[in-house]
């Protein structure tokens, strides 16, 4: 037997819109308006198009109050990045935002610089705010203060780009041994010997990652590993070119640089442009990321390239899960292939 939406007067067009009023014009009871609007699976499509179509209409708009009441859920998600300056944040970003607008939740976003007593503070403060769940970018995982903060409050989280190697946190990341090992590669049938690391900053497990592959892929080609040839970065221009100095400095001094991104690798560029270097004739430059800028000209970096938005959405979803399920399931960890793009930055050693 088909229930009745309540009865209501009719709408006149002034006052507020009640949820009374889109069942009663769409022609089913308001249970239904609530779950079509709240995105739940339970309603035909049909009849959430009908719904969502009829609520426009009026001018129907959810009350967040009621709802965040009566689910005891604040529909916010709390993002931390590590640097929102970087051109590679945004399209993480985006996939983050992409599942929270299917799940209809808000994102409260916070910028940290790389700094523990930053990132603490922020997550203090969207723990406070209640927020649904915590999506973490490349920030800090091992420390005990975070993982007080990330343990004590049952809060669901997903880290994205840097994991804790001691706990079995939701991860999303890149087949780091896959990129970095196409890239060593490319460089070593160019006719590349030395080949130097301009490395991620300390206490970053992907920055871990690329530098074993590093030395791996080396190992394989059997080259020699040379400590020198490994320069610390920190993954902005500045630092990509500080380490770029270093490295002309040696004697042989490298012919090829993997640089730790593409704002690294930018930072290198600037260096050997002071040095009188020409890229590719007498240095190959590869970067990480494949940012929009990295194929234009003159820059035509030869980059390694990671699905970001499709890493950004993947954490947010495994973080929702969570929260529609209303428990702690076993952590999981999903990795994404990494693909190498061939610019103009990397060519074959020129003999003297």
Same mark, same amino acid.
């Given at each position: 037997?088909?229930r009745?939406?309540p %009865?209501?007067k009719?709408?006149?067009?002034?006052?507020?819109?009640? &949820?009374f009023?889109?069942?009663?014009?769409?022609?089913?009871?308001v249970s239904?308006?609530?779950?079509?609007?709240?995105?739940?699976?339970?309603?035909?499509?049909?009849?959430?198009?009908?719904?969502?179509?009829?609520?426009?209409?009026?001018?129907?708009?959810?009350?967040?109050?009621?709802?965040?009441? /009566?689910m005891q859920?604040?529909?916010?998600?709390?993002?931390?990045?590590?640097?929102?300056a970087?051109?590679?944040?945004?399209?993480?970003l985006?996939?983050?935002?992409d599942v929270?607008?299917r799940? %209809?939740?808000s994102?409260?976003?916070?910028?940290?610089?790389?700094q523990?007593?930053?990132?603490?503070?922020?997550? /203090?403060?969207?723990?406070?705010?209640?927020?649904?769940?915590?999506?973490?970018?490349s920030?800090y995982?091992e420390q005990?203060e975070?993982?007080?903060?990330?343990e004590?409050?049952?809060?669901?989280?997903?880290? &994205?780009?840097?994991?804790s190697l001691?706990?079995?946190?939701?991860?999303?990341?890149?087949?780091?041994e896959?990129?970095?090992?196409?890239?060593?590669k490319?460089?070593?049938?160019?006719g590349?010997?030395?080949?130097a !690391?301009?490395?991620?900053?300390?206490d970053?497990?992907?920055?871990?990652?690329r530098?074993?592959a590093?030395?791996?892929?080396?190992?394989?080609?059997?080259?020699?590993?040379?400590?020198?040839?490994?320069?610390?970065?920190?993954?902005?221009?500045?630092?990509?070119y500080?380490?770029?100095?270093?490295?002309?400095?040696?004697e042989?001094?490298?012919?090829?640089?993997?640089?730790?991104n593409?704002?690294?690798?930018?930072?290198?560029?600037?260096?050997?442009?002071?040095?009188?270097?020409? &890229?590719p004739?007498? !240095?190959s430059?590869?970067?990480?990321?494949?940012?929009?800028?990295?194929?234009?000209?003159?820059?035509?970096?030869t980059?390694?390239?990671?699905p970001?938005?499709?890493?950004?959405?993947?954490?947010?979803?495994?973080?929702?899960?969570?929260i529609r399920?209303?428990?702690?399931?076993?952590?999981?960890q999903?990795i994404f292939?990494?693909?190498?793009?061939?610019?103009?930055?990397t060519?074959?050693?020129?003999?003297?």
């Amino acid at each position: 037997m088909t229930r009745k939406p309540p %009865q209501s007067k009719a709408h006149t067009g002034s006052g507020k819109v009640s &949820i009374f009023d889109v069942a009663r014009e769409a022609g089913v009871a308001v249970s239904t308006v609530s779950n079509a609007l709240s995105g739940k699976t339970i309603v035909k499509e049909s009849t959430r198009q009908r719904v969502q179509a009829t609520a426009d209409r009026l001018g129907y708009r959810v009350s967040v109050v009621a709802r965040s009441l /009566r689910m005891q859920r604040t529909f916010t998600l709390g993002v931390l990045l590590a640097d929102i300056a970087n051109p590679s944040s945004p399209d993480f970003l985006r996939g983050i935002e992409d599942v929270a607008d299917r799940e %209809q939740c808000s994102l409260l976003v916070c910028n940290t610089d790389g700094q523990l007593d930053k990132q603490l503070a922020q997550m /203090r403060v969207l723990l406070d705010r209640r927020v649904d769940g915590l999506v973490l970018l490349s920030q800090y995982c091992e420390q005990p203060e975070v993982r007080a903060l990330l343990e004590n409050g049952n809060t669901p989280y997903a880290m &994205i780009q840097r994991r804790s190697l001691k706990h079995n946190d939701n991860y999303v990341g890149a087949n780091n041994e896959e990129g970095i090992g196409a890239a060593v590669k490319h460089l070593v049938g160019l006719g590349h010997q030395h080949i130097a !690391l301009i490395r991620g900053p300390r206490d970053s497990s992907t920055a871990d990652e690329r530098y074993e592959a590093y030395m791996t892929t080396l190992r394989a080609c059997q080259l020699p590993l040379n400590p020198e040839y490994v320069a610390q970065g920190d993954y902005h221009v500045s630092g990509g070119y500080s380490a770029a100095k270093q490295l002309f400095a040696l004697e042989p001094r490298p012919t090829a640089i993997l640089a730790a991104n593409d704002m690294s690798a930018i930072g290198v560029m600037n260096a050997a442009h002071e040095q009188g270097l020409r &890229i590719p004739q007498d !240095l190959s430059l590869i970067g990480l990321d494949d940012i929009e800028m990295a194929s234009f000209s003159p820059i035509n970096l030869t980059t390694i390239a990671l699905p970001r938005r499709e890493m950004g959405a993947a954490a947010t979803s495994l973080v929702m899960k969570i929260i529609r399920q209303k428990s702690l399931p076993k952590p999981k960890q999903k990795i994404f292939p990494m693909k190498l793009i061939i610019r103009g930055s990397t060519g074959r050693v020129i003999k003297a």
